[in-house]
């Protein structure tokens, strides 16, 4: 799972579906990084936190970290929460086959639509509870997927 920074958007994606994966007892590695550096080593933006809590999928221990390259030997499919980061990750494929591990998350629940999980960094608290509605929506599809 990742995003810009990694203390918004991903540490959501990551904990809904290491939750979601606990759930089925299914055997998947989930982490998640941002493209950008400016918040490694931090825990997420409280404001996340507060949601993802009163959720029930508290994500408190999540601690940032960067994207890398290694990454595409590690990740098997790797989910950008925008297009930036998208196009961000790609620049650090050096394959074909690292670029086919690369998905728009939101293209899962609504296929061919190229959406954007929209940053909720710079908005009030309604814009956190849409993330996770969208996040959660995403990631049933993609539990579904992993069961198959
Ligand atoms: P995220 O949100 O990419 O969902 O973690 C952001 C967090 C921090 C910044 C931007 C987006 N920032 O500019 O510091």
Do not use: W
């Not at 991903?10 to 055997?27: C, F, I, M, Q, R």
């Not at 490694?40 to 993802?52: K, L």
């Not at 995403?138 to 539990?143: F, L, Q």
């Amino acid at each position: 799972m990742v995003c810009l920074g990694n203390i918004c958007r991903s540490p959501l994606a990551d904990g809904l579906l290491k939750a979601k994966v606990k759930n089925e007892g299914l055997d998947v590695f989930v982490d998640s990084a941002g493209t950008a550096g400016y918040h490694v080593g931090e825990a997420p933006d409280s404001r996340m936190r507060a949601t993802a809590r009163n959720f029930g999928v508290p994500i408190d221990n999540l601690k940032a970290r960067q994207f890398v390259a290694q990454d595409f030997q590690d990740f098997d499919l790797i989910y950008a929460m925008d297009s930036s980061n998208y196009n961000n990750i790609l620049s650090l494929a050096s394959s074909a086959e690292d670029e086919a591990k690369v998905k728009l998350i939101l293209n899962e629940s609504h296929p061919g639509m190229n959406l954007a999980v929209p940053d909720p960094y710079y908005g009030g608290d309604r814009g956190f509870i849409e993330v996770y509605e969208l996040l959660d929506e995403a990631t049933d599809v993609i539990i579904n997927n992993l069961k198959q």
